[in-house]
Every structure is written in structure tokens, then in C-alpha cells.
């Protein structure tokens, strides 16, 4: 590599960056709409827009405001959402129930949705931690989470889901095997062809709090929140094991979450397993660029310069609340 480079003078690497045709020319990443993955929250109740304190500019909504914001999306291209749900407090049970309901808020929210809009991709969390009382992604037992009962449920969580509508099952939990189990169950029930979208590397991230605050499962977590599944910060080659596993197990697709903190773990995923990868760019660092821009402190131009360091990591996508603004700006 070093003797192609060349030598100053007669190479000036400025050169290239002189003029904005040039600069145009010489870039190595791009982003459009097609990168963009929008999550929206959903609530119970009619015209509600509700806004999420930590999270500035981001609502939660009823189903009929909901589809307002996927009409926007449609309109800028974006080629999927990711929905979660706030359910209220007196529909939570220690074993989340609800989730298997085929009559919840994300089923009904999918069946309008696929009825207005059916070409927008719908993703779907697969994880209990809306809908317990506890905030865990998984059923406690002796004061543990239990792996292997906590699958049963994920299964015929993703069945209701699938059934209303809902086109990628994201399982969200970091449970052992879950992946697989889900994968068995849709192909015996006949749809082999949903996708899988793993949350693979999910890190036990300081930088979900506005997120558990949009959904209301923060307040119970106990002294060990959820270290007990979801991943080590200080870890990289458990990474590895961990989308290999998914993608034996038969996931489509993995993420990597939260986004910024991890570039480097989607850079290797990406080297190492070629999958399509995609980054998570969570509410935290979400609440941390918009509110610096609000307070004047950073300029707006830091949005694009962030889903690009996805793209430059090797991303294939982003999940992102800045989805529709960025969509936005990118058309024009
Ligand atoms: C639930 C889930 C979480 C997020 C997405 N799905 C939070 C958690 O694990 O507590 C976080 C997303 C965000 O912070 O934007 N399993």
C-alpha cells in the first residue's frame, strides 16, 4: 500500500477536497431514505400525541396519529418501522401476558398499519419487557431470569405478531436459543418466510433510560438491571459468538445496539460474517445530539455526520428517531 500513495509534493491530498464537485466524486459513503429504519411508539386511546419528556421531538401515539407518521414515511421512502408499544401500568403482570395477546396494542396496531400502508416493512420486537410489571425482557423465577420458559412465550409472542400482519420479528432479549425456537415455530406454522432480524449484540446499555421512560419498564429492574442477558460493555470477541449463533440459529439479519458506543463491533461483525448488519442508534445518544442541538450547542449538520459513522463502520441500516427528519433533508 505505502509505495501507491505517492509523495508530497506532486501528490496533495487536499487536491481532492478543493472543490464540491470533487468532493462529491470521491465519497466513500452515502446515505439515503433506503438506510433508514424509523421507530415509532405506540399508546392506547384515540388523537393522543404524547410527548416523551427525555426524548425531545419524540411522541408517543394512538393508532390513528400513529399512521399519520407511517404516511410519512411511506412518503420519504423509508422502507420500514419498528414499533413499540407503552402499555398502561394495569395491564402489566409479572408474566407479561399481554404479549401473546392477539388483541394487543402492537396487533392492532400492525392490522391498521398493513391495512393503509401495506408495503412499509414492519418490525416488531419480540421481548416481554413492555408488558411486565418487573421491566425484564424475561419471566422471573426464584429471582432469576429463566431462559428456557421465557422461550416458550417469545414463540407464541412472534406467532400473534406474525399473524396480525407484522413482516420482521426482532427478537429484543438476548435469551440463549431464542432465535432458533422462533424460527422452527413460524416455519411449522407456515411462515417461512418472515424475516429474522436478530438484536444479536445487545449491550447492557446506560443509554437506554429514555427509551424506559417512552415505554414506562425502568422502575423495577433490581441492583443487576438486566446484566444477567444482555451483554457486557467491556466485550467484543462475545459479540462474535453471539450473531455466529443467531445466524446458525437462522436469523436473516443482526443488530448491533446501541449504535455509536459499538462501531467497532459492527465493523468486525461485518468483516468476519458478511450479514446483512444493522445499528441501533438508541434513545440516549438520540437525546443526547438533538437536545445539544436545541440548546444551540451543536449544529444540526452532527445527524448526518453520525448515521454516516454507521455507514462507514459497514452498517447496512439504522435504526434512528431521526429517521423521518433525516429522510427529509436527504430529498431535497
Ligand atoms: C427492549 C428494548 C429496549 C430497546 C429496544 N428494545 C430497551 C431495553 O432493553 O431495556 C432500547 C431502544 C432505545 O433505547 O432506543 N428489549
Redesign the pocket.
Given at each position: 500500500m505505502s509505495n501507491i500513495q505517492g509523495k508530497f509534493p506532486s501528490t496533495r491530498l487536499r487536491r481532492n477536497r478543493m472543490r464540491e464537485f470533487s468532493r462529491r466524486l470521491i465519497a466513500e459513503n452515502n446515505l439515503s431514505s433506503n438506510d433508514l429504519i424509523l421507530?415509532l411508539f405506540v399508546c392506547e386511546g384515540n388523537n393522543v400525541e404524547d410527548p416523551i419528556l427525555s426524548m425531545p421531538g419524540v411522541n408517543r401515539y394512538s393508532i390513528n396519529k400513529l399512521l399519520k407518521k407511517v404516511e410519512d414515511a411511506v412518503r420519504l421512502s423509508i422502507p420500514a418501522i419498528a414499533i413499540?408499544p407503552q402499555i398502561d401500568t394495569e395491564l402489566k403482570n409479572a408474566e407479561g401476558s399481554l404479549a401473546v395477546d392477539e388483541n394487543n396494542l402492537v396487533c392492532r396496531s400492525i392490522k391498521s398499519i398493513k391495512k393503509e400502508f401495506s408495503e412499509i416493512g414492519i418490525i416488531c420486537?419480540v421481548?416481554l419487557?413492555?408488558f411486565t410489571n418487573h421491566g425484564h425482557?424475561g419471566l422471573v423465577i426464584d429471582n432469576k431470569i429463566d431462559n428456557d420458559k421465557t422461550l416458550e412465550i417469545l414463540e407464541k409472542q412472534a406467532l400473534v405478531q406474525v399473524s396480525a400482519g407484522c413482516d420482521v420479528i426482532a427478537p429484543?432479549?438476548m435469551m440463549d436459543g431464542r432465535v432458533g425456537r422462533i424460527r422452527k415455530s413460524l416455519d411449522n406454522n407456515n411462515f417461512q418466510d418472515t424475516l429474522i432480524l436478530s438484536?444479536a449484540a445487545?449491550y447492557a446499555s446506560g443509554?437506554?433510560g429514555?427509551?424506559?421512560d417512552a415505554i414506562g419498564?425502568?422502575t423495577n429492574l433490581g441492583k443487576d438491571g438486566?446484566l444477567t442477558y444482555?451483554m457486557d460493555p467491556s466485550n467484543s470477541d462475545e459479540a462474535l459468538r453471539e450473531v455466529a449463533f443467531d445466524i446458525s440459529e437462522g436469523a436473516d439479519m443482526v443488530m448491533v445496539?446501541?449504535g455509536m458506543p459499538y462501531l467497532d463491533i459492527i465493523s468486525k461483525i461485518k468483516s468476519e460474517f458478511k450479514v446483512p448488519t444493522f445499528a441501533?442508534q438508541?434513545?440516549?445518544e438520540?437525546s443526547m445530539i438533538k437536545d445539544s442541538i436545541n440548546k444551540g450547542w451543536l449544529n444540526e449538520k452532527v445527524v448526518l455526520e453520525s448515521l454516516l459513522s454507521f455507514k462507514r463502520a459497514g452498517a447496512n441500516g439504522i435504526l434512528t428517531?431521526f429517521a423521518l427528519e433525516m429522510a427529509e433533508k436527504l430529498k431535497k
Open positions: 421507530p413499540f420486537d421481548a419487557d413492555p425482557d429484543s432479549d438484536y445487545k443509554f437506554y429514555p427509551f424506559r419498564s425502568g438486566k444482555q445496539k446501541p441501533y438508541v434513545s440516549g438520540y428517531y
